[in-house]
């Protein structure tokens, strides 16, 4: 089976940092694309970052671009969002999903997120 | 980057159609065709409902269809079901830059 498993949210203060893994199975995890999406309470989706299969190439949303570091680990199936200079409105819930291409282009499966929340 | 824009609301009564409408740019819905809709009920994680403007992934029931024209995409859900309501968002490619760009989602109503 298919399947994305988010960890790493929590409480964190406005300016601080917190780290989201997501880690795969059930796939060939380094011939996909990954991307994060996130969703304030709510609020519609948001896409935030995507990275390709063998890390090289990264993209940001703007309002994430300078704070926000996309990663991977092939060999632990692992992916990961550094979150730098966190400001209120970065309170969501954070999905990692795996994106089909090729000449196609879609999400899918959604691991079931997790929920950051900046408070002081 | 800006939101794809949606109908914040639509309804419907059971066994009715309804088109929930997405538009974009000529950079996102209308210069490719990658629109995908995914349906969130409360709580849960978003489903994919249509890929490539009017694909269907296996599983999908066919009362649910996709359509494009020029900038603006479109969900049709015929045979309204209750347990078609939910949220919906459509999604595009936009290049690479930014890339990928959600509508702010449609709340559908099955009355």
């Known amino acids: 089976e298919v399947q994305l498993v988010e960890s790493g949210g929590g409480l964190v203060k406005p300016g601080g940092s917190l780290r989201l893994s997501c880690t795969a199975s059930g796939f060939t995890f380094s011939t996909y694309t990954m991307n994060w999406v996130r969703q304030a309470p709510g609020k519609g989706l948001e896409w935030v970052s995507s990275?390709?299969?063998?890390?090289?190439?990264?993209y940001y949303a703007d309002l994430m671009k300078g704070r926000f570091t996309i990663s991977r680990d092939n060999a632990k199936n692992s992916l990961f969002l550094q979150m730098d200079s966190l400001r209120a409105e970065d309170t969501a819930v954070y999905y990692c999903?795996?994106?089909?291409?090729?000449?196609?282009?879609?999400?899918?499966?959604w691991g079931r997120g997790t929920l950051v929340t900046v408070s002081s | 980057q800006s939101a794809l824009t949606q109908p914040r609301s639509v309804s419907g009564s059971p066994g009715q159609s309804v088109t929930i409408s997405c538009t974009g740019t000529s950079s996102d819905v209308g210069g490719h065709n990658y629109v995908s809709w995914y349906q969130q009920h409360p709580g849960k994680v978003p489903k994919v409902m249509i890929y490539d403007v009017s694909k269907r992934p296996s599983g999908v029931p066919d009362r649910f269809s996709g359509s494009k024209s020029g900038n603006t995409a479109s969900l049709t859900i015929s045979g309204l079901q209750v347990e078609d309501e939910a949220d919906y968002y459509c999604?595009?490619?936009?290049?690479?830059?930014?890339?990928?760009?959600f509508g702010g989602g449609t709340k559908l109503t099955v009355l």
């Open positions: 999604c595009s490619y936009a290049g690479d830059y930014p890339r990928v760009v």
């Open positions: 990275i390709s299969g063998t890390g090289t190439y990264t």
């Open positions: 999903a795996r994106e089909i291409t090729g000449t196609t282009f879609w999400f899918d499966p």
